[in-house]
């Protein structure tokens, strides 16, 4: 079983700060999404990475994917009160299936203007 | 844009009864999942779909049972509700399998089980 270890749990920092969470794992992954999502609402995707050590950019979130293709960490920059939510990081393992995605427990995080 | 859209969004149930979820999705995905979300758990897969008329296990599908009848609809059953069962639970649509496509997830259904 490929499991996903989020950090931290839980964040809660003041509207323009800078932010780091991490996605780690022993297992490889072929590609890893992060998702965020709101209360009352299903998760939303927000960035898809494939090969290793690829960064991507989304306005003030960047993406990284580690080298070895086990681990991923979301930065943000400044962060706003809109940021406020859970992510969410799912991991597509190297088997192909249709089941392939296997999601970390989240990262509640909380902007406080 | 409809998007997948899961009904009821709210249901009580006392333990033993059974229910039906929906799923629809209006995007014409060959692929439908149902997932639960529990607190300090995370997202886990139930059932999935990777076409009309099949149906297979995911990580804790016991006590669940769905059918795909036609393409959009997605079917979550209950048959004796437990307490366990206890949960938020979302159905999800994606274009390609798992590994790189996107997953498009309805708002959720929240099942308490007394």
């Known amino acids: 079983t490929q499991l996903l270890e989020q950090s931290p749990q839980f964040l809660s920092i003041q509207e323009g700060e800078n932010l780091t969470v991490y996605c780690n794992s022993s297992s490889v992954f072929s590609s890893l999404q992060w998702y965020r999502q709101e209360p009352g609402e299903g998760p939303v995707l927000l960035v898809t990475?494939?090969?290793?050590?690829e960064v991507k950019k989304l306005k003030r979130l960047t993406f990284q994917f580690g080298d070895a293709r086990k681990d991923s960490s979301l930065h943000i920059t400044a962060a706003q009160p809109g940021d406020t939510g859970l992510y969410l990081c799912a991991g597509a393992g190297s088997g192909g299936g249709a089941d392939g995605l296997t999601f970390g427990k989240g990262t509640h995080l909380i902007i406080q203007p | 844009n409809a998007g997948v859209t899961q009904t009821p969004k709210f249901r009580v149930l006392k333990t033993g009864q059974s229910m039906t979820l929906l799923c629809a999705q209006d995007?014409?995905?060959?692929?439908m999942y149902w997932y639960r979300q529990d607190p300090g758990m995370g997202l886990r897969l139930i059932h999935y779909?990777?076409?009309?008329?099949?149906?297979a296990k995911g990580e804790v599908p016991d006590g669940y049972n769905v059918s795909r009848l036609k393409k959009q609809n997605f079917l979550l059953g209950l048959e004796s509700a437990a307490p366990s069962q206890t949960s938020v639970y979302f159905c999800a649509s994606s274009f390609n399998r798992g590994n790189t496509g996107e997953l498009f997830f309805g708002e959720g259904s929240r099942l308490t089980v007394l």
């Open positions: 995007m014409n995905h060959e692929y």
């Open positions: 990475v494939v090969t290793g050590g």
């Open positions: 779909s990777v076409g009309e008329g099949t149906t």
